[in-house]
């Protein structure tokens, strides 16, 4: 099967191509069945691939010469070991249940087989950026990901803040690709190559501190806009204005993963960057916990989860910041499980709820939506690790290794833990129990979700809870899965120390939840008066620190007076002077030409005929 | 005089008669003419240095012009035809569309 | 090299004098003629005066050629077209600006001179010599040396040409169709 990979890539062009150019004329069932058999398909073949590479350190397979420029030459080579296998075949399973659940969801939209068109052609481009042996190919699939990214954030572009948020995620992520392309020049500047295993090969020999430093820096930039990290993480509640499982599967499960996969993927040169490897895992720390209490407040349900993404990917930065390369990819994994079933489910709600995710407006929803509640209630134990559901596996390794570390870093993923499950049991809590406080007429016609929605939702949930047993500490199946090409370094013998980490993980997971039980279902009102007595934190919180205001007064503000001072005083005077100088210019000369072409035939052979003579008196005097 | 100069300046001849039938007539028809001369003077040119270099190579362009003067024509007549029904006239100096 | 590589004997050179002539003379009457009906005769007498001599310097097949497509074929054509466009009034009315005439003139008459003088001074015909002399062409016959050099060496021409042709009869017909449908308009 490892030999059939890429068609792979092959099963999503298709869907973009048949989709793209007959999907309006082929209905609406055909679009739906080619683009999810595309993925389905391609899932296939990732597990194929997945099972096939077990153990090896990696096949590059060349599908054909890209570039070729004198020296400079870029393969177009795909990489199939064990991180790329786990990886592509997360994209492709979650991808396939999304674009199934996506049949329901988007039934009614007018531009339906555009929908599967950009989601087809983000998974061949996730695919692109996750199977690429090269960085040149890591960045036409990164740069990919962020144009469908931008489509789809912008997909109902006739609602003005649904456009304003895919250009907010597009220019934010363009900040951060500008360290992530300066990053690829400067390898290509230090070892003539872009390819992933030449340049890991000569790493050690070559590079010296200070490069090696600024190369890592420049590539966690990059890292920061996709993976919305501090502080370029502003964009990702925005992108909750597209469809809901588009947030699902761009902004949770896949995409914004890609900077943990870029970072896992190039661990050789963070491994030698002791410096950078600190400020991943404080950038980490930071934004997971900084996201988890913006995510305290929030009262749209979609936004919760956004933070909530943001927070958990913190948490994988923590990890490969500590050098637990493979603990990161194993959060990530069951990460896409269980926030894929949040956003689904809240999907669900909206669904049933005409569009409704104001969270304070809901409630109550568990008699009318019990399918929905119940996997909710699936992903919100599994994000706030509660014992035996997979998060609380992949978090725990996490923040075993960050004990290691530094007690700082564990302490502020202890405490990001305990504020993810207060927060996430806030929305469960006031989202589906207590008394409705919807409208009556949308509480009246509330339905659960049609098959096509719910089931892959099962699936996801059962995923959500399984997902964490094949990392079991001390059997950990993902960390010897990836163990070649990514070593798990030695770790200090612990025993009794992991399993009270263990438990004392437990007991904050459990203690949050018991007090977001007692905050929000047993002294509703608890919560109001705490807002009112801490007002200015709490302002603080729901203003998300202002920091999307500082931005527009330091950066955006200055760059439109600029843009203004360009446009209004500069363009219209100089460069327009000048352009329409030249064309008077051209005009004038024109004119004066233009009495020589009479338009008469006979004047043209004269003059062909002069021509002749010059030419044969030259060959005369010579 | 030798024959190959008496045949090219036989060929020079033709050629100018043709060059200056193009310059001084405004008769589309007769225009044409002139060309098809003019091509035949320069087809008279490639027969004799074809003779005088024993090779077939020269008469093998004038095979080729042959074969483009047949197209010409078919085109260029149908062209001129298509403007008489247009514009009542085959007087080039009448079509000046081209004035800059 | 012999400039006096090709020999004639007198009747030859009696024969090239009054064909050359008699193609000078189809020539001038094609630009002098009044009626472009005359003008096509000329051109006729042309094309036949130019064919005897192409046989007479032993290109026959080219002769032959000659009179099939130029006398036969461009010739009719040129009569075809008359027809339609009304050959029996005078070919232009008006007289030509005068200035134009006498630079157009005299530019023939520049040109004119300048070949002759080059000819005049040319010392030789530069290149190598073949080996397809006049005995030769006698002994095989023109077609076969012709046909096995157009086909063999310089076959991607002759399809070329073919195409060519072929472009040529689809331009016809669409201008004959576009024709037919502004009339019908």
């Known amino acids: ?622 | 005089m030798d024959a190959i100069r008496y045949l090219l300046i036989l060929s020079a001849v033709l050629f100018t008669i043709g060059a200056a039938g193009v310059l001084l007539r405004r008769n589309a028809l007769v225009i044409f003419m002139c060309i098809e001369i003019m091509l035949n003077a320069v087809n008279l040119t490639f027969i004799a240095l074809s003779r005088q270099l024993q090779s077939l190579d020269g008469q093998i362009f004038v095979f080729m012009v042959m074969a483009v003067a047949a197209a010409e024509v078919a085109i260029g007549l149908g062209i001129i035809v298509s403007i008489f029904r247009h514009r009542a006239t085959t007087d080039v100096d009448d079509v000046s569309l081209l004035k800059g | 090299m012999g400039i006096s590589h090709m020999t004639a004997t007198p009747l030859e050179t009696v024969l090239f004098i009054i064909f050359g002539a008699v193609a000078i003379a189809g020539a001038l009457s094609v630009i002098l003629a009044r009626q472009v009906v005359y003008s096509a005769l000329g051109m006729l007498v042309n094309f036949v005066a130019l064919a005897a001599m192409y046989i007479m310097l032993s290109a026959e097949f080219l002769g032959i050629a000659q009179l099939i497509v130029y006398a036969g074929a461009i010739v009719v054509l040129f009569l075809f077209a008359l027809m339609l466009v009304g050959g029996r009034r005078p070919a232009e009315q008006g007289r030509l600006s005068p200035g134009f005439a006498a630079a157009g003139g005299a530019l023939a008459v520049i040109f004119l001179a300048e070949i002759a003088y080059l000819v005049a001074r040319m010392t030789g015909v530069a290149g190598a010599r073949g080996t397809v002399t006049p005995e030769a062409i006698a002994q095989t016959g023109h077609i076969q040396l012709l046909g096995a050099t157009l086909l063999l060496d310089y076959i991607l021409p002759f399809e070329l040409a073919s195409v060519l042709l072929l472009v040529g009869i689809v331009g016809a017909v669409a201008l004959a169709r576009a024709r037919r449908r502004s009339q019908e308009e």
């Open chain 1, 1 to 622: 099967m490892v030999a059939y990979a890429w068609l792979m890539l092959l099963f999503p062009l298709l869907g973009v191509l048949v989709n793209a150019f007959f999907g309006r004329r082929i209905g609406k069932r055909v679009v739906s069945w080619v683009a999810c058999s595309a993925i389905g398909l391609s899932f296939l073949v990732a597990l194929g691939v997945l099972v096939g590479v077990a153990g090896s350190k990696g096949i590059e397979q060349p599908l054909f010469t890209w570039i070729r420029a004198g020296n400079f030459r870029v393969e177009f080579s795909l990489l199939l070991d064990p991180l790329s296998a786990l990886m592509a075949a997360v994209v492709t399973g979650v991808s396939f249940l999304i674009h199934i659940y996506s049949v329901g969801y988007m039934a009614e939209d007018p531009r339906y087989a555009r929908y599967f068109t950009y989601l087809n052609l983000f998974v061949f481009a996730m695919l692109i950026l996750v199977l690429a042996n090269n960085y040149l190919m890591m960045y036409v699939g990164w740069e990919g990901v962020g144009l469908c990214s931008y489509l789809l954030i912008g997909f109902w572009f006739e609602r003005k803040s649904a456009a304003d948020a895919g250009k907010k995620a597009f220019i934010v992520n363009r900040v951060g690709d500008v360290g992530f392309a300066l990053g690829i020049m400067l390898i290509f500047a230090t070892f003539g190559t872009l390819q992933f295993s030449e340049v890991f090969r000569r790493a050690p020999g070559v590079l010296g501190p200070a490069v090696v430093t600024a190369i890592t820096l420049l590539l966690f930039m990059g890292a920061t806009g996709k993976s919305a990290q501090i502080p370029l993480y502003i964009w990702l509640p925005d992108a909750m204005e597209g469809p809901t499982p588009v947030s699902a599967l761009i902004h949770a499960a896949t995409m914004v993963t890609a900077g943990v996969y870029m970072v896992a993927r190039n661990h050789v040169l963070f491994d030698m960057a002791p410096a950078t490897m600190t400020v991943v895992a404080s950038i980490g720390a930071a934004t997971a916990f900084f996201a988890a209490t913006m995510a305290l407040v929030e009262k749209d349900l979609k936004r919760i989860l956004a933070y909530s993404t943001i927070s958990q990917l913190g948490y994988m930065f923590l990890a490969v910041g500590v050098g637990a390369y493979s603990a990161g990819m194993f959060h990530l994994t069951t990460h896409a499980f269980f926030k894929a079933l949040l956003f689904l489910a809240a999907g669900s709600v909206m669904h049933a709820l005409a569009g409704e995710i104001n969270i304070m407006k809901l409630g109550g929803l568990r008699e009318k939506l019990p399918t929905t509640y119940a996997v909710f209630a699936v992903g919100a134990a599994a994000l706030a690790g509660v014992p035996l559901f997979s998060g609380f596996f992949s978090k725990d390794e996490i923040l075993w290794r960050a004990f290691l570390r530094s007690p700082v870093l564990w302490l502020v993923g202890l405490v990001t833990a305990l504020l993810t499950a207060v927060y996430i049991f806030r929305a469960l809590f006031v989202t589906f129990w207590g008394k409705t406080r919807a409208e009556k007429k949308l509480w009246e016609h509330a339905h659960e979700a049609p098959a096509v929605m719910s089931v892959p939702m099962l699936i996801l949930a059962v995923l959500a809870v399984v997902g964490g047993y094949i990392g079991l500490p001390r059997l950990s199946l993902v960390e010897g899965y990836l163990e070649p090409v990514l070593p798990a370094g030695h770790i200090a013998e612990a025993g009794a120390l992991e399993w009270v980490l263990l438990a004392v993980s437990a007991v904050v997971a459990l203690g949050g939840i018991a007090l977001a039980y007692y905050l929000y279902v047993v002294r509703p009102e608890a919560p109001a008066r705490l807002s009112r007595q801490y007002a200015p934190l709490y302002t603080l919180l729901s203003r998300k620190y202002y920091v999307d205001e500082f931005y527009m007064a330091v950066v955006v503000e200055p760059l439109r007076r600029v843009g203004r001072f360009i446009a209004e005083l500069f363009d219209p005077q100089v460069v327009d002077g000048a352009v329409n100088g030249l064309a008077r210019l051209a005009g004038v000369c024109g004119e004066g030409l233009g009495t020589l072409q009479t338009g008469r035939v006979r004047s043209y052979a004269l003059s062909i005929l002069v021509g002749v003579v010059i030419i044969l008196g030259y060959f005369l005097l010579r």
